[in-house]
T-cell receptor, first 113, second 111 residues
Framework: DGGITQSPKYLFRKEGQNVTLSCEQN?????MYWYRQDPGQGLRLIYY???????QKGDIAEGYSVSREKKESFPLTVTSAQKNPTAFYLC????????????FGPGTRLTVL | RKEVEQDPGPFNVPEGATVAFNCTYS??????FFWYRQDCRKEPKLLMS???SGNEDGRFTAQLNRASQYISLLIRDSKLSDSATYLC????????????FGSGTRLQVQP
């Protein structure tokens, strides 16, 4: 089955630690995105990548970093510089052809202890 | 001002009711419009795209008014399973294909 996978589903981190969230897709999609959702709020864009080896900052990139070495993978690192990292993180992808519907992974819920 | 604004609700309606959600967007260059549904603690899923001529999918009808920068979603004959948060979503005209999400309107359909 084609789709987007994110791991882990739940992640706990101590303050001051970096942590990397995984996102993999087998949909052969060109573009991938990372969003953050806080309780009662919509999604906010952290980073996006339209092609391999290229990525752009979104609206709230500070304290995060990404890489896009393979088309299928777009990992997100939450660094210790991110002041309030506890949130629900969602990865999405879309193809340039046809409709530009974004498909989401199941998300990673990060809690900083 | 937020780029996409929605009434947060919650909307509490009985089964069988008709309910309407409204949304406004600030970027007049926006090109694509969607309604997504999000269940509690789950990822958003596309409910329907919104076209200028209006479109319908079963009990769901979406309308777009570009002049007023206004989007609506109408749900007829509400079911218990319609209970969720409905997100109004816009893709801007800057060439960036990322989406801008409203905060969502929560719907609770009651028996």
């Amino acid at each position: 089955d084609g789709g987007i996978t994110q791991s882990p589903k739940y992640l706990f981190r101590k303050e001051g630690q970096n942590v990397t969230l995984s996102c993999e897709q087998n949909l052969n999609h060109d573009a991938m995105y990372w969003y953050r959702q806080d309780p009662g709020q919509g999604l906010r864009l952290i980073y996006y990548s339209q092609i391999v080896n290229d990525f752009q900052k979104g609206d709230i990139a500070e304290g995060y970093s990404v890489s896009r070495e393979k088309k299928e993978s777009f990992p997100l690192t939450v660094t210790s510089a991110q002041k309030n990292p506890t949130a629900f993180y969602l990865c999405a992808s879309t193809s340039w052809e046809g409709t530009d519907t974004q498909y989401f992974g199941p998300g990673t819920r990060l809690t900083v202890l | 001002r937020k780029e996409v604004e929605q009434d947060p609700g919650p909307f509490n309606v009985p089964e069988g009711a008709t309910v309407a959600f409204n949304c406004t967007y600030s970027n007049s260059a926006s090109q694509s419009f969607f309604w997504y549904r999000q269940d509690c603690r789950k990822e958003p899923k596309l409910l329907m795209s919104v076209y200028s001529s209006g479109n319908e999918d079963g009990r769901f009808t979406a309308q777009l008014n570009r002049a007023s920068q206004y989007i609506s979603l109408l749900i007829r004959d509400s079911k218990l399973s319609d209970s969720a948060t409905y997100l109004c979503v816009v893709r801007g005209g800057t060439g960036r294909r990322a989406l801008t999400f409203g905060s969502g309107t929560r719907l609770q359909v009651q028996p």
